[in-house]
């Protein structure tokens, strides 16, 4: 991933909302806050994206648009459910990668660690 465009996000602060010009860069979660999240845009064709955990002990969470899901193996996906890494179980490098798949919502490719769906 080092060849990627990589950019540091802070959710301490507020939630960080991505656009086409996050496109293919790794999304590198510095601080991470129990009620924060990354949120995707709403389903484009040629979109990816990848978050990733920067610092072992913090909680990241993926939430797609309202009428989108994240599905993946054993993973059918639930419209606007967050995808959550738990600080419990997260390590510093764990990461998600995400790509449009249909008008349903995002497919998860490639993942490292304990990622759950919001219940």
């Known amino acids: 991933m080092r060849d990627l465009a990589w950019e540091d996000v802070t959710l301490a602060g507020g939630s960080k909302t991505l656009d086409a010009n996050d496109i293919g860069k790794v999304m590198n979660v510095t601080v991470g806050h129990k009620t924060n999240v990354v949120t995707l845009p709403a389903v484009a064709a040629a979109t990816e994206f990848i978050v990733r955990c920067a610092t072992t002990g913090q909680r990241v969470a993926v939430s797609p648009n309202a009428s989108d ?9 639930t419209d606007d459910k967050d995808y959550i890494l738990a600080a419990e179980t997260s390590r ?14 995002w497919r998860i490719m490639q993942r490292r660690g304990i990622w759950v769906s919001e219940e």
């Open 69 to 77: 899901k994240i599905m993946g193996a054993d993973l059918d996906g």
């Open 92 to 105: 510093a490098g764990d990461y998600i990668r995400l790509v449009y798949y249909s008008a349903d919502g």
